[in-house]
């Protein structure tokens, strides 16, 4: 078994090349238990740790394997996770390289799959745990690119466990080994027949390789014009020779999970070329009629099959993690928690939900204003027009800009509707503070719609800072900085000036689009002309600030004088002066007690002050 599972499921055996009793290096033979072209895998005995291992052993000093094991010692070296299998030691003994690793009694997850007929939940719940051992090399950047139901062990005691990493990649070395492959050019072995796609034992194996003592992680274990991997569980870039990464092994998960769901693969074809073109134009076989797998659970693996990795899962957890998700469980847990929030609010939660509804309603126009700007048309005619320019990475910058641009404004409505509930329906903000930060989010929006009208008629300088210019557009986290939007001076509120500041806004979201996608001559043209309307708005609000101010400020002379306590700070009510006759002077005038508290005791000191030298007139 060209796997090395370190099992001991295999009945029939050939004669043992290390016979019990024997010695190898420190290890004690115990029996052989495995077979492949490379050599063995024999059940052995550690005396130094005291402790049974699974004992790989080449059977000759060929380069391309001795490569290969060594490869598979140093990934799993890498890997200490529960669902893969423990590497503990490796050497070499005469001119025979060796590998110790854990030993799993039990058996491989394709066995227990053919043993007997099981429920989907049960297949799905193995595979999980495969999952998680696959996502842990990928977390350490490692890509197995032979992922297949041959290459997981169950325990006897339920545990599940990736093995065999003997073709790893680092992801780093994600590169294309050589210009695509034509299918008419995919190589068969170097000897014999070319394997069948339906056999899951037919690995395709490298050429010989470097030097052993130059071989590391990173040593590729092809050269051009080769295949390494598992007809039928291979993924299109594979076939094409092009960069592989996580998403990779991905593509062999979701095969192998399919098979195990289905009873079959799901592509046909009766050779590698066939195999290949059903995997390249994504024709997967259509579903058993009589099963009962979700049709949720097959979306998730049709994702997971699609030709073009930037369609599938981002990375194994995130598929993992749907893959998990239990829609009935999650609608009980819902069902629970929501009966228990209603036995214990009651009628006060009722109406409080009418109560938001009703504001609700008021705060669903995010969505239509981000359509204006953002919508599947202009997407694709950003496409297209980045395409036509025939660059080569033209493809990959349309889909990151598209990626950038509907995450962009998915956050904007969000903010929007966001914005609009805290003062409508929760009543946290007032309108002031909400008319600021819907003033911010218009003008994120504008600056969208203009970026997009500039990518829409690229060329291939536009081109080729598409993505640069998606990702400089300014970030709404500022449009929740309230104290810098509330502290900008008022704009006029004239109609026509009103129209005019938004045609200025309007001229530099244009601009700026321009420069970010370095259109700086055209930039330049259609800033010319917005210098002196811009600075007519700016005089405009300049006027505005200014009365603004000379009004805050007369009120704080006013302040002022009234803290010195010379009198002047006493609002006089306007009318004629009240003469006092026995004083020969005026009468204190009426004090208006709105001016505060101090006003009012010093009218009334001033008053008390002229009492009492009438009184001692009128005595004498």
Not at 181 to 197: A, V
Not at 324 to 332: V, W
Request: charged share 30%.
């Amino acid at each position: 078994m060209d796997s090395g599972a370190q099992t001991l499921e295999d009945a029939s055996k050939p004669e043992p090349d290390l016979l019990a009793g024997s010695k190898f290096d420190r290890y004690v033979i115990l029996e052989q238990v495995g077979e492949g072209g490379f050599g063995a895998v024999y059940a052995a005995y550690d005396p130094k740790l005291d402790r049974k291992v699974a004992l790989k052993v080449l059977r000759s000093s060929g380069k391309e394997y001795e490569a290969r094991l060594l490869r598979e010692a140093q990934a799993m070296a890498r890997l200490s996770h529960p669902n893969v299998v423990s590497v503990f030691d490796t050497g070499i003994v005469g001119d025979r390289l060796f590998l110790a690793m854990e030993f799993v009694q039990g058996v491989t997850l394709r066995k227990w799959q053919k043993a007997a007929t099981r429920p989907w939940p049960e297949i799905l719940k193995k595979y999980l745990e495969a999952g998680r051992g696959l996502d842990a090399a990928h977390v350490r950047e490692l890509v197995h690119r032979d992922f297949k139901p041959d290459n997981v062990l169950l325990a006897d005691t339920g545990e599940v466990k990736v093995t065999d990493f003997g073709i790893v990649r680092l992801t780093s070395e994600a590169k294309p080994e050589g210009m695509p492959m034509l299918l008419r050019d995919l190589p068969s072995r170097p000897k014999g027949p070319p394997p069948n796609p339906d056999d899951a034992e037919a690995t395709l194996d490298a050429p010989p390789m470097l030097d052993l003592p130059a071989v590391t992680l990173g040593t590729p274990v092809t050269e051009l014009g080769s295949l390494v991997g598992t007809p039928g569980y291979m993924a299109p870039e594979q076939y094409l020779l092009a960069p592989l990464d996580a998403r990779t092994d991905q593509f062999a998960f979701a095969v192998a999970l399919y098979e195990a769901l289905y009873g079959k693969r799901p592509f046909g074809g009766d050779n590698i070329v066939e195999l290949a073109h059903a995997a390249l134009e994504g024709r997967v076989r259509e579903a058993p009629k009589t099963t009962d797998v979700p049709v949720r659970v097959r979306r998730i693996l049709l994702r997971s099959l699609e030709a073009e990795r930037e369609k599938r899962y981002p990375s194994m957890s995130a598929l993992l993690a749907d893959l998990a998700r239990d829609p009935a469980r999650d609608r009980r847990r819902v069902l629970v928690v929501a009966l228990g929030v209603v036995a214990v609010v009651g009628v006060a939660l009722g109406l409080q939900r009418a109560a938001m509804s009703r504001g609700t309603e008021l705060c669903t126009g995010a969505d239509a204003l981000s359509r204006e700007v953002w919508n599947p048309a202009v997407a694709a005619a950003i496409e297209k027009s980045l395409v036509a320019t025939e660059l080569p990475f033209a493809q990959d910058s349309a889909m990151r800009t598209r990626r950038q641009l509907d995450d962009y404004m998915e956050r904007w409505a969000v903010q929007h509707r966001q914005t609009c509930e805290a003062t409508r329906v929760r009543g946290e903000q007032s309108d002031v503070v909400m008319t600021a930060r819907m003033a911010c989010l218009e003008d994120a929006r504008r600056e969208v719609g203009a970026l997009a009208s500039v990518l829409s008629s690229a060329d291939k300088a536009v081109a080729s800072r598409a993505v640069e210019a998606s990702l400089a557009l300014p970030g709404l986290e500022r449009c929740k900085d309230v104290t810098s939007l509330t502290a900008m001076a008022p704009e006029p509120t004239g109609t026509l000036a009103k129209a005019e500041i938004a045609g200025v806004r309007d001229g530099l979201a244009k601009v700026k689009a321009e420069l970010e996608a370095g259109k700086v001559s055209q930039a330049a043209d259609d800033a010319a002309p917005l210098v002196p309307r811009a600075r007519v708005v700016l005089a405009a609000g300049r006027r505005g600030a200014a009365r603004l101010g000379n009004r805050q400020g007369r009120r704080g002379d006013a302040r002022r004088e009234h803290r010195r306590g010379d009198g002047r700070g006493v609002h006089r009510r306007r009318g004629p002066s009240r003469r006092d006759p026995r004083r020969g002077g005026d009468t204190p005038p009426p004090v208006d007690d709105r001016r505060g508290p101090q006003a009012g005791r010093r009218a009334l000191v001033e008053g008390r002050r002229g009492r009492p030298r009438s009184r001692a007139r009128r005595r004498r």
